[in-house]
Nanobody, 126 residues
Framework: QVQLVESGGGLVQAGGSLRLSCAASGRTFSGYVMGWFRQAPGKEREFVAA????????YYADSVKGRFTVSRDNAKNTVYLQMNSLKPEDTAVYYC???????????????????WGQGTQVTVSS
C-alpha cells in the first residue's frame, strides 16, 4: 500500500517557479509509476507528467514540455515536479498519483492510477 501527500503549492507570479513534492509512505514506492495531474475549476483532471519506477523515463503533456521537470528520489520515497516559467493557465490543484504498472500509452489516463494524494493548490497571477 502506498499513501501520497503533496506539498509545495502556493501563489506565484507569472514567470516564476515552484517545486511540488509528493511524499509516499510504504516500502514498495520504488516499484510504482508516478504521475502528476492537475484540475482547474470547471475542467477535467488532466495529465501533466509521469516518471517510470526507475526514474529513467519521463513523459510530459505538450502544454508543460520544456517548462516542467519530473524527478524522483526512491531513497526518500519522494517524487518532485519542478515548474518553471509558470503561466496563469497553470493555475489548478495539482495531484500526484501512483500505480504499479501502466503501459506507456496509458500514462495520461487518470483511471489507470489507483493511488492519489489530496492535492495542492497552485495559483499563478498575471
Amino acid at each position: 500500500q502506498v499513501q501520497l501527500v503533496e506539498s509545495g503549492g502556493g501563489l506565484v507570479q507569472a514567470g516564476g517557479s515552484l517545486r511540488l513534492s509528493c511524499a509516499a509512505s510504504g516500502r514498495t514506492f520504488s516499484g510504482y509509476v508516478m504521475g502528476w495531474f492537475r484540475q482547474a475549476p470547471g475542467k477535467e483532471r488532466e495529465f501533466v507528467a509521469a516518471i517510470s519506477w526507475s526514474g529513467t523515463r519521463t513523459y510530459y503533456a505538450d502544454s508543460v514540455k520544456g517548462r516542467f521537470t519530473v524527478s524522483r528520489d526512491n531513497a526518500k520515497n519522494t517524487v518532485y515536479l519542478q515548474m518553471n516559467s509558470l503561466k496563469p493557465e497553470d493555475t489548478a490543484v495539482y495531484y500526484c498519483a501512483a500505480d504499479q504498472w501502466i503501459p506507456d500509452a496509458e500514462l495520461h489516463r487518470p483511471l489507470r492510477y489507483g493511488k492519489w494524494g489530496q492535492g495542492t493548490q497552485v495559483t499563478v497571477s498575471s
